[in-house]
């Protein structure tokens, strides 16, 4: 059995195949790497927090304006094919 990794977005936007033909073990690893999640920001819209490259050593998991939980605008999830 095989499977795809497809990024799946925040918005209306369908989710996009990356990868196609990948055991198990390589699709979630490919999923759990850090370059596999966009940054988060908040649903109330008080903007991105945490941005990815390395630019903040710890991803926050509320936001400090309003404690509401953050959401990635987009991530790498696996399916079988």
């Not at 966009?38 to 991105?48: E, I, K, L, Q, R």
């Not at 941005?51 to 926050?60: A, E, H, I, N, Y």
Request: positive net charge; proline residues 7%.
């Amino acid at each position: 059995m095989t499977y795809m990794v497809k990024r799946f977005y925040s918005d209306e936007r369908w989710p996009m195949t990356v990868k196609r033909g990948l055991t198990l073990e390589e699709a979630r690893e490919h999923c759990s790497r850090d370059d596999t999640r966009g940054p988060v920001s908040c649903p109330n819209g008080h903007g991105y927090i945490g941005l990815r490259g390395g630019t903040q050593v710890k991803r926050p998991k509320r936001c400090p304006v309003c404690e509401t939980g953050l959401v990635p605008d987009w991530f790498d999830g696996y399916n079988k094919e």
